[in-house]
Protein backbone atom coordinates (compact mmCIF):
# COMPACT_ATOMS: atom_id res chain seq x y z
CA UNK A 1 0.00 0.00 0.00
CA UNK A 2 2.80 2.59 0.83
CA UNK A 3 4.71 1.99 -2.69
CA UNK A 4 0.99 2.47 -3.86
CA UNK A 5 0.70 5.90 -1.90
CA UNK A 6 4.05 6.96 -3.34
CA UNK A 7 3.52 6.00 -6.51
CA UNK A 8 0.59 8.50 -6.86
CA UNK A 9 2.14 10.97 -5.28
CA UNK A 10 5.59 11.04 -7.41
CA UNK A 11 2.73 11.20 -10.41
CA UNK A 12 0.95 14.06 -9.18
CA UNK A 13 4.15 15.57 -8.54
CA UNK A 14 5.16 15.59 -12.33
CA UNK A 15 2.33 16.71 -13.93
CA UNK A 16 2.87 20.52 -13.52
CA UNK A 17 6.46 19.57 -15.42
CA UNK A 18 4.16 17.58 -18.11
CA UNK A 19 1.77 20.67 -18.32
CA UNK A 20 4.55 22.90 -19.17
CA UNK A 21 6.46 20.61 -21.79
CA UNK A 22 3.86 19.75 -24.02
CA UNK A 23 4.66 21.01 -27.14
CA UNK A 24 7.69 22.64 -26.65
CA UNK A 25 10.66 22.20 -28.54
CA UNK A 26 13.61 20.18 -27.10
CA UNK A 27 16.98 19.80 -28.90
CA UNK A 28 18.82 16.84 -27.30
CA UNK A 29 22.31 16.30 -28.78
CA UNK A 30 24.73 13.50 -27.84
CA UNK A 31 27.83 11.84 -29.11
CA UNK A 32 28.37 8.69 -30.93
CA UNK A 33 29.43 7.27 -27.10
CA UNK A 34 26.12 7.12 -26.37
CA UNK A 35 25.12 4.96 -29.70
CA UNK A 36 28.42 2.44 -29.32
CA UNK A 37 27.96 1.64 -25.53
CA UNK A 38 24.97 -0.76 -26.11
CA UNK A 39 22.84 1.31 -23.97
CA UNK A 40 21.25 3.69 -26.16
CA UNK A 41 18.15 1.76 -26.36
CA UNK A 42 17.01 2.81 -22.69
CA UNK A 43 17.59 6.05 -24.37
CA UNK A 44 15.41 5.57 -27.87
CA UNK A 45 12.36 4.50 -24.59
CA UNK A 46 13.48 7.81 -23.33
CA UNK A 47 12.46 9.65 -26.69
CA UNK A 48 9.86 7.96 -27.04
CA UNK A 49 8.19 8.35 -23.57
CA UNK A 50 8.69 12.55 -24.10
CA UNK A 51 7.44 12.34 -27.19
CA UNK A 52 4.34 10.80 -26.43
CA UNK A 53 3.52 13.42 -23.65
CA UNK A 54 3.63 16.10 -27.17
CA UNK A 55 7.17 17.09 -26.74
CA UNK A 56 8.39 18.00 -29.99
CA UNK A 57 12.06 16.66 -30.64
CA UNK A 58 15.38 17.25 -32.10
CA UNK A 59 17.53 14.90 -31.85
CA UNK A 60 21.21 15.62 -32.80
CA UNK A 61 24.23 12.59 -32.87
CA UNK A 62 27.66 12.38 -32.88
CA UNK A 63 30.08 9.89 -34.60
CA UNK A 64 33.33 10.95 -33.53
CA UNK A 65 34.14 7.19 -31.92
CA UNK A 66 32.84 5.67 -34.58
CA UNK A 67 34.97 8.18 -37.23
CA UNK A 68 38.17 7.00 -35.00
CA UNK A 69 37.17 3.30 -35.28
CA UNK A 70 37.44 3.46 -38.94
CA UNK A 71 40.09 5.52 -39.31
CA UNK A 72 42.52 3.66 -37.15
CA UNK A 73 41.17 0.07 -38.45
CA UNK A 74 42.70 1.73 -41.84
CA UNK A 75 45.60 3.00 -40.10
CA UNK A 76 44.91 6.45 -41.36
CA UNK A 77 46.31 9.70 -39.50
CA UNK A 78 44.58 11.54 -37.33
CA UNK A 79 44.74 14.99 -36.43
CA UNK A 80 42.81 17.84 -34.57
CA UNK A 81 43.28 21.42 -33.92
CA UNK A 82 41.35 23.16 -30.61
CA UNK A 83 39.59 19.89 -30.66
CA UNK A 84 38.28 19.90 -34.07
CA UNK A 85 39.14 16.83 -36.11
CA UNK A 86 41.48 18.04 -39.20
CA UNK A 87 39.03 16.74 -42.26
CA UNK A 88 40.76 16.08 -45.77
CA UNK A 89 39.15 14.36 -48.47
CA UNK A 90 40.17 11.23 -47.28
CA UNK A 91 39.21 11.33 -43.71
CA UNK A 92 35.66 12.83 -45.38
CA UNK A 93 34.84 9.43 -46.84
CA UNK A 94 35.82 7.70 -43.84
CA UNK A 95 33.16 10.39 -41.78
CA UNK A 96 30.51 10.13 -44.14
CA UNK A 97 30.31 6.00 -43.77
CA UNK A 98 30.66 6.40 -40.08
CA UNK A 99 27.81 9.28 -39.97
CA UNK A 100 25.91 6.99 -41.90
CA UNK A 101 25.99 3.83 -40.43
CA UNK A 102 24.88 5.82 -36.69
CA UNK A 103 22.61 7.56 -38.21
CA UNK A 104 20.35 4.30 -39.71
CA UNK A 105 21.30 2.05 -36.41
CA UNK A 106 19.17 5.36 -34.55
CA UNK A 107 16.63 5.54 -37.30
CA UNK A 108 16.07 1.37 -36.73
CA UNK A 109 16.45 1.68 -32.81
CA UNK A 110 12.95 4.75 -33.05
CA UNK A 111 11.20 2.48 -35.60
CA UNK A 112 10.89 -0.55 -33.54
CA UNK A 113 7.38 -1.51 -31.53
CA UNK A 114 7.82 -4.44 -30.12
CA UNK A 115 4.51 -5.24 -27.67
CA UNK A 116 4.89 -5.92 -23.87
CA UNK A 117 7.84 -2.99 -24.48
CA UNK A 118 8.28 0.57 -23.66
CA UNK A 119 8.31 1.01 -27.53
CA UNK A 120 4.94 -0.91 -27.68
CA UNK A 121 2.69 0.95 -30.84
CA UNK A 122 5.05 4.03 -30.32
CA UNK A 123 5.29 4.91 -34.50
CA UNK A 124 7.70 7.24 -34.28
CA UNK A 125 8.06 9.25 -37.52
CA UNK A 126 11.84 9.97 -37.88
CA UNK A 127 12.94 12.81 -40.96
CA UNK A 128 16.23 13.66 -41.74
CA UNK A 129 17.76 15.65 -44.38
CA UNK A 130 19.28 18.72 -45.80
CA UNK A 131 18.52 21.41 -43.00
CA UNK A 132 21.63 22.43 -42.28
CA UNK A 133 24.06 24.92 -44.52
CA UNK A 134 27.62 24.77 -43.76
CA UNK A 135 30.72 26.47 -44.16
CA UNK A 136 34.52 25.76 -44.15
CA UNK A 137 35.96 27.08 -40.78
CA UNK A 138 39.49 27.39 -42.59
CA UNK A 139 42.84 28.07 -41.35
CA UNK A 140 43.50 27.87 -37.67
CA UNK A 141 46.97 28.06 -35.51
CA UNK A 142 48.43 27.56 -39.42
CA UNK A 143 46.03 24.28 -40.37
CA UNK A 144 43.91 24.01 -43.03
CA UNK A 145 40.82 22.25 -41.65
CA UNK A 146 39.53 21.81 -45.44
CA UNK A 147 36.10 19.45 -44.68
CA UNK A 148 35.79 20.79 -41.31
CA UNK A 149 33.19 23.24 -41.29
CA UNK A 150 30.95 25.22 -39.06
CA UNK A 151 26.97 26.16 -39.20
CA UNK A 152 26.06 28.82 -41.51
CA UNK A 153 22.36 28.74 -41.68
CA UNK A 154 19.24 26.22 -40.22
CA UNK A 155 16.45 25.74 -42.72
CA UNK A 156 14.23 25.99 -39.17
CA UNK A 157 11.39 26.77 -41.39
CA UNK A 158 11.38 23.05 -42.73
CA UNK A 159 12.58 21.46 -39.06
CA UNK A 160 9.44 23.40 -37.50
CA UNK A 161 6.87 21.73 -40.44
CA UNK A 162 8.39 18.46 -39.43
CA UNK A 163 7.46 19.11 -36.10
CA UNK A 164 4.25 20.58 -36.24
CA UNK A 165 3.52 17.22 -38.08
CA UNK A 166 4.28 15.38 -34.64
CA UNK A 167 7.93 13.91 -36.47
CA UNK A 168 10.85 13.56 -34.68
CA UNK A 169 13.74 15.47 -36.75
CA UNK A 170 17.36 13.37 -36.43
CA UNK A 171 20.17 15.32 -37.38
CA UNK A 172 23.73 14.45 -38.62
CA UNK A 173 26.50 16.11 -37.58
CA UNK A 174 27.03 17.26 -41.53
CA UNK A 175 26.36 20.45 -43.66
CA UNK A 176 26.01 21.32 -47.19
CA UNK A 177 27.00 23.77 -48.79
CA UNK A 178 25.41 26.26 -51.87
CA UNK A 179 28.05 24.30 -54.01
CA UNK A 180 27.18 21.22 -53.26
CA UNK A 181 30.29 20.60 -50.97
CA UNK A 182 29.52 18.26 -47.17
CA UNK A 183 31.68 19.56 -44.42
CA UNK A 184 31.76 17.82 -40.92
CA UNK A 185 30.89 19.47 -38.18
CA UNK A 186 30.92 19.11 -34.33
CA UNK A 187 27.68 17.55 -32.39
CA UNK A 188 28.17 20.96 -30.50
CA UNK A 189 28.33 23.62 -32.95
CA UNK A 190 25.04 21.86 -34.49
CA UNK A 191 22.86 20.99 -31.74
CA UNK A 192 23.65 24.93 -30.69
CA UNK A 193 22.83 27.00 -33.63
CA UNK A 194 19.76 24.66 -34.59
CA UNK A 195 17.94 25.37 -31.20
CA UNK A 196 18.96 29.06 -31.40
CA UNK A 197 16.98 29.23 -34.92
CA UNK A 198 14.13 27.46 -33.22
CA UNK A 199 13.71 29.09 -30.49
CA UNK A 200 14.01 25.91 -28.55
CA UNK A 201 12.79 26.22 -25.28
CA UNK A 202 15.37 23.49 -24.20
CA UNK A 203 18.66 22.44 -25.23
CA UNK A 204 19.98 19.46 -23.78
CA UNK A 205 23.60 17.97 -23.64
CA UNK A 206 24.63 14.45 -22.89
CA UNK A 207 27.96 14.40 -21.36
CA UNK A 208 30.64 12.18 -19.93
CA UNK A 209 29.89 13.76 -16.21
CA UNK A 210 26.72 14.48 -13.92
CA UNK A 211 27.00 17.53 -15.05
CA UNK A 212 29.73 20.77 -14.72
CA UNK A 213 31.32 20.50 -11.32
CA UNK A 214 33.68 22.34 -8.74
CA UNK A 215 36.34 21.36 -6.95
CA UNK A 216 35.73 22.29 -3.00
CA UNK A 217 37.41 20.97 -0.16
CA UNK A 218 35.15 18.29 0.47
CA UNK A 219 35.71 17.03 -3.37
CA UNK A 220 33.52 17.62 -6.54
CA UNK A 221 30.44 19.45 -6.25
CA UNK A 222 28.00 19.51 -8.77
CA UNK A 223 26.31 22.95 -9.74
CA UNK A 224 22.97 22.20 -10.69
CA UNK A 225 22.18 25.94 -11.64
CA UNK A 226 24.09 28.53 -13.46
CA UNK A 227 23.76 31.87 -15.05
CA UNK A 228 25.74 32.73 -18.15
CA UNK A 229 27.36 35.09 -15.95
CA UNK A 230 28.16 32.38 -13.76
CA UNK A 231 29.22 30.01 -16.62
CA UNK A 232 31.45 32.51 -18.15
CA UNK A 233 33.18 33.58 -15.06
CA UNK A 234 33.67 29.78 -14.35
CA UNK A 235 35.28 29.00 -17.77
CA UNK A 236 37.63 31.77 -17.51
CA UNK A 237 38.56 29.89 -14.05
CA UNK A 238 39.52 26.66 -15.92
CA UNK A 239 41.94 28.52 -18.04
CA UNK A 240 43.88 28.81 -15.09
CA UNK A 241 42.92 25.84 -12.80
CA UNK A 242 45.81 23.32 -12.16
CA UNK A 243 43.38 20.55 -12.63
CA UNK A 244 42.49 20.28 -16.09
CA UNK A 245 38.24 19.74 -16.36
CA UNK A 246 36.39 16.90 -17.89
CA UNK A 247 36.76 17.27 -21.75
CA UNK A 248 33.48 17.16 -22.43
CA UNK A 249 32.57 20.27 -20.33
CA UNK A 250 35.24 22.75 -22.49
CA UNK A 251 33.47 21.21 -25.08
CA UNK A 252 29.82 21.72 -24.40
CA UNK A 253 30.26 24.47 -21.66
CA UNK A 254 31.04 27.21 -24.16
CA UNK A 255 28.02 26.61 -26.45
CA UNK A 256 25.93 26.36 -24.11
CA UNK A 257 26.65 29.55 -22.76
CA UNK A 258 26.19 30.93 -26.47
CA UNK A 259 22.56 29.09 -27.24
CA UNK A 260 21.41 31.00 -23.61
CA UNK A 261 22.37 34.08 -24.67
CA UNK A 262 20.68 33.86 -28.36
CA UNK A 263 17.34 33.18 -26.83
CA UNK A 264 17.38 29.12 -25.65
CA UNK A 265 15.71 29.59 -22.61
CA UNK A 266 17.62 26.84 -20.34
CA UNK A 267 20.43 24.53 -21.64
CA UNK A 268 20.84 21.37 -19.50
CA UNK A 269 23.94 19.33 -19.08
CA UNK A 270 23.69 15.72 -17.83
CA UNK A 271 25.35 12.11 -17.56
CA UNK A 272 24.93 10.01 -20.63
CA UNK A 273 25.93 6.81 -18.37
CA UNK A 274 23.00 7.54 -16.01
CA UNK A 275 19.78 5.51 -16.90
CA UNK A 276 16.98 7.53 -16.56
CA UNK A 277 18.74 10.81 -16.01
CA UNK A 278 17.22 12.59 -18.91
CA UNK A 279 13.58 11.89 -17.18
CA UNK A 280 14.72 12.81 -13.89
CA UNK A 281 16.42 15.78 -15.11
CA UNK A 282 13.24 17.09 -17.20
CA UNK A 283 10.54 16.08 -14.71
CA UNK A 284 11.89 16.40 -11.00
CA UNK A 285 12.01 19.97 -9.64
CA UNK A 286 15.56 19.59 -8.37
CA UNK A 287 16.93 17.68 -11.85
CA UNK A 288 20.14 15.60 -11.42
CA UNK A 289 22.65 17.47 -14.11
CA UNK A 290 23.28 21.28 -14.77
CA UNK A 291 20.83 23.90 -16.19
CA UNK A 292 22.45 27.09 -17.67
CA UNK A 293 19.79 30.01 -17.86
CA UNK A 294 20.28 33.52 -18.70
CA UNK A 295 18.98 34.85 -15.70
CA UNK A 296 18.75 33.20 -12.15
CA UNK A 297 16.04 30.82 -11.72
CA UNK A 298 15.69 32.74 -7.89
CA UNK A 299 13.14 35.38 -7.67
CA UNK A 300 11.49 37.66 -4.24
CA UNK A 301 8.46 39.25 -5.24
CA UNK A 302 5.45 40.85 -3.51
CA UNK A 303 2.52 37.69 -3.86
CA UNK A 304 -0.76 38.34 -5.58
CA UNK A 305 -3.97 36.32 -5.66
CA UNK A 306 -2.31 34.08 -7.96
CA UNK A 307 0.04 32.70 -5.51
CA UNK A 308 -2.70 31.63 -2.67
CA UNK A 309 -2.89 28.13 -3.53
CA UNK A 310 0.97 27.63 -3.90
CA UNK A 311 0.92 29.62 -0.64
CA UNK A 312 -1.69 27.37 1.31
CA UNK A 313 0.22 24.19 0.37
CA UNK A 314 3.25 25.57 2.12
CA UNK A 315 1.77 26.27 5.19
CA UNK A 316 -1.44 23.86 5.78
CA UNK A 317 1.31 21.42 7.12
CA UNK A 318 2.95 23.87 9.45
CA UNK A 319 -0.57 24.89 10.35
CA UNK A 320 -1.65 21.00 11.06
CA UNK A 321 1.26 20.62 13.45
CA UNK A 322 0.66 23.81 15.32
CA UNK A 323 3.41 25.72 14.25
CA UNK A 324 1.74 28.19 12.54
CA UNK A 325 -1.54 29.99 13.37
CA UNK A 326 -4.77 28.69 10.76
CA UNK A 327 -5.24 31.42 8.03
CA UNK A 328 -8.19 30.66 5.59
CA UNK A 329 -8.39 31.26 2.03
CA UNK A 330 -10.74 34.16 2.80
CA UNK A 331 -8.07 36.12 5.16
CA UNK A 332 -5.60 35.37 2.37
CA UNK A 333 -6.91 36.58 0.14
CA UNK A 334 -7.66 39.89 2.07
CA UNK A 335 -4.26 39.95 3.05
CA UNK A 336 -2.48 39.01 0.22
CA UNK A 337 -0.64 42.15 -0.26
CA UNK A 338 1.18 41.58 3.22
CA UNK A 339 2.78 38.56 1.29
CA UNK A 340 6.30 38.07 -0.38
CA UNK A 341 7.03 35.31 -1.95
CA UNK A 342 10.82 33.49 -2.91
CA UNK A 343 9.65 31.69 -6.97
CA UNK A 344 12.14 29.08 -8.04
CA UNK A 345 11.77 27.57 -11.56
CA UNK A 346 7.75 28.91 -11.22
CA UNK A 347 7.67 27.46 -8.12
CA UNK A 348 6.76 29.07 -4.63
CA UNK A 349 9.07 27.82 -2.56
CA UNK A 350 9.07 30.28 0.34
CA UNK A 351 6.75 32.49 2.14
CA UNK A 352 6.31 35.47 4.84
CA UNK A 353 4.28 38.11 5.64
CA UNK A 354 4.98 41.64 7.55
CA UNK A 355 2.24 43.63 9.23
CA UNK A 356 3.31 47.18 9.59
CA UNK A 357 2.56 49.18 13.18
CA UNK A 358 3.22 52.79 11.77
CA UNK A 359 2.46 54.45 15.34
CA UNK A 360 5.30 52.37 17.29
CA UNK A 361 7.64 52.09 14.33
CA UNK A 362 7.73 47.97 14.51
CA UNK A 363 6.94 45.26 11.94
CA UNK A 364 5.50 41.82 12.85
CA UNK A 365 6.97 39.18 11.01
CA UNK A 366 4.76 36.28 10.51
CA UNK A 367 3.87 33.13 8.60
CA UNK A 368 6.83 32.56 8.02
CA UNK A 369 7.39 28.88 5.61
CA UNK A 370 9.90 27.49 3.49
CA UNK A 371 9.43 24.43 1.37
CA UNK A 372 10.52 21.32 2.98
CA UNK A 373 13.20 20.68 0.03
CA UNK A 374 14.77 23.79 0.67
CA UNK A 375 14.73 24.43 4.20
CA UNK A 376 18.75 23.80 4.46
CA UNK A 377 19.47 26.16 1.56
CA UNK A 378 19.04 29.66 3.42
CA UNK A 379 15.99 29.96 1.66
CA UNK A 380 14.79 31.22 5.25
CA UNK A 381 17.64 33.62 6.15
CA UNK A 382 17.22 34.65 2.56
CA UNK A 383 13.53 36.19 3.10
CA UNK A 384 13.48 37.54 6.08
CA UNK A 385 16.94 39.84 5.14
CA UNK A 386 14.72 40.92 2.57
CA UNK A 387 11.88 41.70 4.22
CA UNK A 388 14.07 43.21 6.97
CA UNK A 389 15.59 45.48 4.05
CA UNK A 390 12.40 46.26 3.06
CA UNK A 391 11.07 47.47 6.54
CA UNK A 392 13.96 49.23 6.56
CA UNK A 393 13.49 51.42 3.79
CA UNK A 394 10.10 52.19 5.17
CA UNK A 395 11.23 53.78 8.28
CA UNK A 396 10.81 51.22 10.34
CA UNK A 397 12.85 50.53 13.33
CA UNK A 398 12.03 47.42 14.90
CA UNK A 399 10.95 43.94 13.58
CA UNK A 400 9.27 41.64 15.69
CA UNK A 401 7.72 37.65 15.68
CA UNK A 402 5.81 35.36 17.81
CA UNK A 403 6.65 31.93 17.82
CA UNK A 404 6.11 28.36 19.52
CA UNK A 405 8.85 26.22 17.92
CA UNK A 406 11.14 27.91 16.07
CA UNK A 407 12.85 30.21 18.57
CA UNK A 408 16.37 29.30 18.64
CA UNK A 409 15.96 29.44 14.50
CA UNK A 410 15.16 33.57 14.91
CA UNK A 411 18.19 34.12 17.90
CA UNK A 412 20.22 32.62 15.28
CA UNK A 413 19.35 35.89 12.83
CA UNK A 414 19.60 38.10 16.05
CA UNK A 415 16.09 38.03 17.80
CA UNK A 416 16.13 38.61 21.23
CA UNK A 417 13.60 37.25 23.52
CA UNK A 418 11.01 40.18 24.99
CA UNK A 419 8.11 39.69 26.73
CA UNK A 420 4.12 40.43 25.37
CA UNK A 421 3.70 43.56 27.71
CA UNK A 422 6.70 45.42 24.81
CA UNK A 423 4.29 44.52 21.68
CA UNK A 424 2.51 47.01 20.05
CA UNK A 425 -0.60 48.15 22.41
CA UNK A 426 -2.66 46.86 19.19
CA UNK A 427 -0.99 43.79 18.67
CA UNK A 428 -0.85 43.40 22.75
CA UNK A 429 -4.67 43.26 22.65
CA UNK A 430 -4.90 40.20 19.83
CA UNK A 431 -1.79 38.21 22.09
CA UNK A 432 -3.40 34.82 22.64
CA UNK A 433 -2.44 33.05 25.85
CA UNK A 434 -3.57 30.07 25.42
CA UNK A 435 -0.83 29.88 22.51
CA UNK A 436 1.42 31.09 24.59
CA UNK A 437 3.74 32.50 22.19
CA UNK A 438 7.50 33.49 22.94
CA UNK A 439 7.98 36.90 21.36
CA UNK A 440 11.57 37.79 19.90
CA UNK A 441 12.22 41.34 18.66
CA UNK A 442 15.15 42.56 16.30
CA UNK A 443 16.10 46.34 15.87
CA UNK A 444 16.67 47.07 11.83
Known sequence: MQSD????????????HIHTSRGKIFVIAFGGEVVANGKFIELVQDFNLLASLGIRLVLVHGARPQIESRLQADQQEISYVQGMRVTDITTLQYVKE???????EIEALLSMGLPNSPMANAAIRVASGNFVTARPIGVLEGVDLQYTGEVRRINATAILDQLKQGVVVLLSPLGYSPTGEIFNLTVENTAAEVAIALRADKLIFLVDTPGIQQQTESG???LQELTV???KALLAAMDTAADQPNEDIRLYLPWALHACEQGVERVHLISRHADGALLLELFTHGGVGSMITRDPLQIIRQADIKDIGAILQLIEPLENTGILVRRGRELLEMEIERFTVIEHDNVIIACAALYPFPDDKACELACV??????RKAGIGRILIDHLEEQARKQGYRHI??????TAHWFVERGFSETTPDQLPQSKQHLYNYQRRSKVFVKSI
Open 98 to 104: AVGKVRV
Open 369 to 374: AVHPAY
Open 229 to 231: RQG
Open 400 to 405: FVLTTR
Open 220 to 222: NTL
Open 5 to 16: IEFVTWFRSVTP
